[in-house]
């Protein structure tokens, strides 16, 4: 089987790409969803996993941002060919502020404007195209919308939250929690969500729109998940209580899983230690 994964040099991609020996598309391999000569042999493969996003949340960048999150999707589903399986990584952040009416977040939830970025907001926009050319052209599609992944370090990526509280504890660096380190996340190791697009490669789902993240099993507070960094790197991290960062919005995130694991029969693998020791 063929696989081109795009973003397949970035933070999370690196490990998407290695997991199924798959083609890169991306910058730094020199091609460019917007560059329309870039995507000439998208059709030749199997499954596209689509990863390439820019995540500036800037207002002054908006229009940056819908042209490669939203016009460089539409250049890619042009391409894909019948019957291939096409893999969207969005985002949680899509629901906004209504995610927080919700213990675990289905996918039922409300993605009404409330506030978000260009990034979320072009995310949101993209799956709809996902949905039209899959069905227009049809192949096969699926959108996960991805709440807190982490991955091991690559070279000249810059990482999340999760490998951000890592880095800062190799270097002795002090960390600023969002709330304190209060707010609840999910976590998912990048090789689970790899595995979550192989569980779909591998169905025989034609369409289908599910969260992912760690769910229940693997959610922790920000400082919970601190302190298990530090158990499993016996490193001491040093946590800046005077100035913490403001409340994310929502305040508490899990996923409901409920979806994903009935239709895909997936859930994760990796336990968060064992998942953070690789961090380190």
Request: proline residues 5%; glycine residues 8%.
């Amino acid at each position: 089987m063929k696989v081109l994964v795009t973003g397949g040099s970035g933070y999370l991609g690196t490990h998407v790409r290695k997991f199924f020996d798959a083609d890169d598309l991306s910058r730094r391999n020199g091609r460019d969803l917007l560059d329309i000569d870039s995507l000439g042999d998208v059709s030749k493969y199997d499954a596209v996993i689509h990863m390439a996003a820019r995540l500036d949340r800037s207002f002054t960048t908006s229009a940056a941002t819908f042209q490669t999150n939203v016009q460089g999707t539409i250049n890619l589903l042009e391409r894909v060919r019948k019957d291939a399986a096409f893999v969207f990584i969005s985002s949680k952040d899509v629901y906004g502020c209504f995610a927080g009416n919700y213990q675990n977040v289905p996918e039922t939830c409300q993605t009404m404007y409330s506030g978000q970025s260009a990034h979320e907001w072009s995310k949101l926009i993209a799956e709809h195209y996902v949905d039209y050319y899959a069905h227009q052209r049809a192949f096969r599609s699926c959108i996960f919308r991805l709440a807190t992944p982490y991955a091991p370090p690559s070279v000249g990526n810059t990482p999340n939250i999760i490998g951000h509280f890592a880095n800062a504890i190799n270097l002795g660096e002090r960390i600023r929690l969002p709330g304190k380190g209060r707010p609840i996340r999910d976590i998912l190791h990048v090789d689970d969500l790899a595995a979550a697009c192989r569980a779909f490669i591998d169905s025989i789902i034609r369409h289908g729109t599910y969260n992912i993240g760690g769910g229940p099993k693997n959610a922790l507070s920000l400082r919970e998940i601190v302190s298990r960094m530090e158990a499993v790197s016996g490193l001491q991290a040093v946590i800046d209580d005077e100035h913490p960062l403001p409340d994310p919005m929502p305040y508490n995130y899990v996923t409901d899983l409920s979806r994903i694991d009935q239709e895909l029969e997936w859930e994760p693998k990796i336990g968060i230690d064992d998942g953070l020791k690789t961090l380190f």
